[in-house]
């Protein structure tokens, strides 16, 4: 059975930083395209940054270029997503998706072809 938890979630201050954590259980994750997604109240889920499980090349959002960065370590099975100079508007529901088909980062993170595994979500919250 595949879990994905999702971890790292918290208030902060504009200007802070979060480190997301994503474990994966029941699967090997080296091969596998994972990202991160993001759900604000009353708007879609949105592809936030995403990785390639063929080559470890990256996808992010324009909300998130030079600010978040995504790593995946295969040998703890865990995807991370860095978040630095945050805004208010970067307050969502963060979830972790995993994509155990044949794809790459842009298509999954544009939700082209979405993840078919997902975690519960962690809550990200920005404010004075």
């Known amino acids: 059975q595949v879990q994905l938890v999702e971890s790292g979630g918290g208030l902060v201050q504009p200007g802070g930083s979060l480190r997301l954590s994503c474990a994966v259980s029941g699967l090997r994750l080296d091969s596998d395209t994972i990202g991160w997604f993001r759900q604000a109240p009353g708007k879609e889920r949105e592809g936030v940054s995403c990785?390639?499980?063929?080559?470890?090349?990256?996808y992010y959002a324009d909300s998130a270029k030079g600010r978040f960065t995504i790593a995946r370590d295969n040998a703890k099975n865990t995807v991370y997503l860095q978040l630095n100079s945050l805004k208010p508007e970067d307050t969502a529901v963060y979830y972790c998706?995993?994509?155990?088909?044949?794809?790459?980062?842009?298509?999954?993170?544009?939700?082209?072809?979405?993840?078919?595994?997902w975690g519960q979500g962690t809550q990200v919250t920005v404010s004075s």
């Open positions: 990785i390639s499980g063929a080559d470890d090349s990256t």
């Open positions: 998706g995993l994509g155990t088909f044949l794809t790459t980062a842009r298509p999954m993170c544009s939700m082209f072809a979405p993840p078919n595994y």
